[in-house]
């Protein structure tokens, strides 16, 4: 999969996430999928690719599943690419799927 040749797994930086995806637009219903071999997250987004509509609703889906608001989601690469880096600002929760790799809501002291 030379597409995500320079993905990193799920981790803590500065106090927020930083999260590989890779979504799966105009599915029949916005949630997360399987964990892809390069510990990459695949999301399933209802919303077509068009006029980042898809873009609004993995953001918009994120914030939920972080207890954040929209604007603590930032698309950091891969404005038009189905592979994106995003980053989650100061989470108040962790979704279960991402347990194996961020353990707890608090980032590790240094």
Known sequence: MSHLAYTVAPHWHDGAIILDVWIKPQSKTTAWGAFLETDV????IAAPPVDGK??????GFLAQEFGVSISAVEL??????RHKRLKINRPTRIP???TPWLS???PPSN
């Open 76 to 81: 950091l690469r891969g404005q038009t690419s």
């Open 41 to 44: 997250a695949q999301i399933k």
């Open 104 to 106: 707890s809501v608090n």
């Open 54 to 59: 898809a873009n609004a609703a993995l953001r």
């Open 96 to 98: 279960t799927c991402l």
